[in-house]
């Protein structure tokens, strides 16, 4: 399975302003995906980062609200804009290759929003 | 749209001792990938086994097993030698087949502590 990281692992960060996350992976491959994990919560998928055009959002998130970029097929960022306190949640990015059905994950993203 | 049921939000086990976490699933497709991680406190989530539909074998892996019921739409995780690294959150996931069907749906998790 391909090696993923993170930046930043975690963070603090104060109501309305915005972080940026990014996901690296060791090879190239297919699918990027960004979830999101809230306090005690399973996780539930943001969108789908597409090399080259815009992501791919799930019912209730939008892209002001969280912009993603995947500017190759090996890198992808996610930006939680303008942050109140209940985007305080654990981030993460998974990985999967075009003829492969498992998706890995990253070591995620805590984000606290004071 | 699928669902992924989870019955126990916590279990306990003693270590070298064996236990099933439960997964129900509802779908309408005949075709799809069952999966369950682990997260430990560490946060990351890691593949711990995973099953596709199509084959009746269960899939194992060490001393990780699954017993997977299609009919019955249920997939459930034996942990066999219970060893304290295996305490974390488990989570039983699904994935559809068809074109475009890459997203994971979770279950709500199962805690399990081993007790020493």
């Known amino acids: 399975s391909a090696v993923i990281s993170q930046k930043p692992s975690r963070d603090i960060c104060q109501r309305g302003t915005s972080l940026t996350i990014q996901c690296q992976v060791d090879?190239?491959?297919?699918?990027m995906f960004w979830y999101r994990q809230q306090p005690g919560q399973s996780l539930t998928l943001i969108a789908t980062?597409?090399?080259?055009?815009?992501?791919?959002?799930e019912s209730g998130f939008v892209i002001d609200k969280f912009p993603i970029s995947r500017p190759n097929l090996t890198f992808s960022t996610l930006t939680v804009s303008n942050m109140s306190p209940e985007d305080s949640s654990i981030y993460l990015c998974?990985?999967?290759?075009?003829?492969?059905?498992?998706?890995?994950f990253g070591p995620g993203t805590r984000l606290t929003v004071l | 749209a699928q669902t992924v049921t989870q019955s126990q939000p916590e279990m306990s086990v003693q270590e070298a001792e064996t236990v099933t976490l439960s997964c129900t699933y509802d779908t309408s497709e005949s075709d799809y990938y069952l999966f369950w991680y682990k997260q430990p406190p560490s946060r990351q989530m890691i593949l711990v086994i995973r099953?596709?539909?199509?084959?009746?074998q269960n899939a194992t892996e060490n001393r990780f097993s699954v017993n997977f019921q299609k009919a019955a739409k249920s997939f459930s995780l034996k942990i066999s030698d219970s060893q304290l690294g295996d305490a974390a959150m488990y989570f039983c996931?699904?994935?559809?087949?068809?074109?475009?069907?890459?997203?994971?749906?979770f279950g709500k998790g199962t805690k399990l502590s081993v007790i020493p």
């Open positions: 996931a699904f994935r559809g087949s068809g074109a475009g069907s890459y997203q994971l749906t």
């Open positions: 980062a597409n090399q080259g055009s815009e992501a791919t959002y």
């Open positions: 998974s990985v999967a290759g075009y003829h492969t059905d498992t998706q890995y």
């Open positions: 099953q596709e539909a199509y084959k009746q």
């Open positions: 090879s190239q491959v297919t699918m």
